[in-house]
């Protein structure tokens, strides 16, 4: 969601931002919203005058009891995430007097939608969960209290610098999660093995782009037809840009240029995010990669090599129990590196009491309640302390180089601008069209022209708010 400078509204009818007259697909919203809430609102109504102010959600250990909070959340594919929030919710509830905590569970379809209604009529409630890269647009319009106030040191100390990286904005912390993301290359360790291709060992041991292209040549002559599995499919969502921005990290691009994050020329389309894309291109048109139009590349054994995320282990490993194992993806010229981020909860701007929300947001923070998530959706725990108590993630397990990549600055989070919106939808248009074979330059030239414009009718997003 972004806002323009001015008018706190912006054009309509592009993915990403408010409208200044209500369309169709923005009544419908509207109306799901009435009926999710169960209030009396005319969906084809204006909204009142706008009084919210981005004031510090403050916690100075005060509640005005008895507090009542209301909290949206996504109802994700996975039903088990949604149970897991609603246990949340009851545990905390019973265990105090103070704050009673109000669940609304929202459309994962509608939900963005919902969101950007909700906060250009100024009814948003007092806690919600929204992507991580969307935190910066709705921080920089004004929807979101900065909570650095509320996090304790111990807290602090705990928590992965990715998770307190990827909340933060111009310096101020507006959002955390109870849990990260990490990406890697899923193996077959037999199947490596009986092609003589060595295993890396950890981040500084990854295969070059130049020998893992040597790897997946290797393995078709071992009668692997399409030994490379990069979910082609969603190339043009959210994953074509969390899933191959790190390849053009690791040659030395960038999606924006990130000193000032006024443009993305000479940065997106620079020489060396086309030579990574390039690269990958190049294993499309060798036909080292598998269509997956059944999602089943890797677990039905046709790809020994998947280019995937954390989220994939316990699928992964039920289909080749004992033969699957996560390296760094390769490294493009700069070495290896990875994503971040995933659904972090923000406190709105609003009336609430910090205190209050804070309450349930530390809830939520506690080891027990961060495991009660990640164990239903496969998540990599936010805190060291949680990480500990993992067989997954510990010392020594499976997916420990998620930790190290979380920990070392191998992962990065996606521009921290306003502008995050428009860029991923441009870079996903344009990833996907390099997947198809289109020229690799002039499909960056065109999203650098779409990334630019948003900045400049937005003005550069100069500071706005605390």
């Known amino acids: 969601m972004t806002r323009a400078a001015g008018p706190r509204r912006s054009t309509p009818g592009v993915p990403g931002r408010l409208s200044t007259s209500r369309t169709p697909r923005r009544a419908l919203s509207a109306f799901v919203l009435c009926m999710a809430l169960l209030a009396g609102c005319d969906a084809g109504g204006e909204g ?3 009084t919210r102010r981005a004031t510090d959600a403050t916690c100075d250990g005060r509640i ?10 996504h109802e994700p594919a996975a039903r088990g995430e949604l149970e897991a929030v609603r246990a949340q919710v009851r545990a905390f509830n019973t265990s105090q007097d ?3 905590v109000r669940l609304v569970s929202l459309p994962e379809g509608e939900y963005d939608d919902l969101v950007r209604t909700a906060a ?14 969307k935190l910066f647009s709705h921080a920089w319009a004004g929807d979101l209290r900065p909570i650095d106030s509320c ?6 100390a705990d928590l992965l610098p990715s998770v307190l990286e990827q909340g933060t904005y111009r310096g101020r912390l507006w959002g955390l999660g109870t849990f990260d993301s990490g ?12 092609a003589g291709v060595r295993i890396p060992k950890g981040i500084g041991d990854a295969w070059t782009a130049d020998e893992f292209t040597g790897i997946l040549k290797k393995l078709r002559t071992l009668g692997h037809k399409r030994p490379l599995d ?3 499919p969603w190339a043009g969502t959210e994953w074509g840009t969390y899933g191959f921005a790190p390849a053009v990290w690791s040659a030395g691009g960038d999606l924006i240029e990130r000193s000032t994050y006024r443009t993305a020329d000479g940065v997106l389309n620079g020489p060396q995010s086309v030579e990574a894309l390039t690269t990958l291109q190049g294993w499309v048109k060798a036909g080292y990669v598998d269509e997956n139009k059944d999602s089943g590349a890797f677990q039905k054994g046709r790809s020994p090599v998947s280019w ?20 760094p993806l390769p490294d493009f010229g700069t070495g290896s590196a990875t994503g971040m981020g995933s659904w972090q909860w923000g406190i709105p701007a609003g009336t609430a009491d910090g205190d209050a929300v804070w309450r349930f947001l530390a809830f939520l923070l506690r080891p027990d309640e961060i495991l009660r998530m990640t164990d239903v959706n496969g998540g990599i725990p936010a805190t060291g302390t949680a990480i500990d108590r993992t067989d997954a993630f510990a010392e020594g397990g499976p997916g420990r180089l998620y930790i190290e990549q979380l920990r070392n600055g191998t992962a990065r989070p996606r521009p921290q601008t306003p502008a995050y919106p428009a860029i991923t939808e441009a870079f996903a248009r344009a990833f996907a069209k390099i997947m198809r074979g289109e020229a690799v330059k002039p499909a960056l030239d065109e999203a650098v022209r779409a990334v630019d414009k948003d900045l400049a009718d937005h003005g550069h997003y100069p500071p706005t708010g605390p």
């Open 48 to 50: 009142g005058e706008d």
């Open 64 to 73: 005005d009891t008895p507090a009542q909070i209301t909290m949206w959340f």
């Open 98 to 100: 103070d704050v009673t």
């Open 120 to 133: 250009a009529d100024g009814e948003l409630p007092d806690l919600l969960d929204f992507d991580a890269p």
């Open 151 to 156: 996090v304790p040191e111990s807290l602090r």
């Open 183 to 194: 990406l890697g290359l899923y193996v077959r360790p037999s199947v490596l093995k009986e």
């Open 230 to 232: 990069l979910q082609i």
């Open 308 to 327: 995937n995320g954390h989220w994939r282990y316990g699928e992964f490993s039920e289909a080749h129990p004992g033969d699957v194992a996560i390296v």
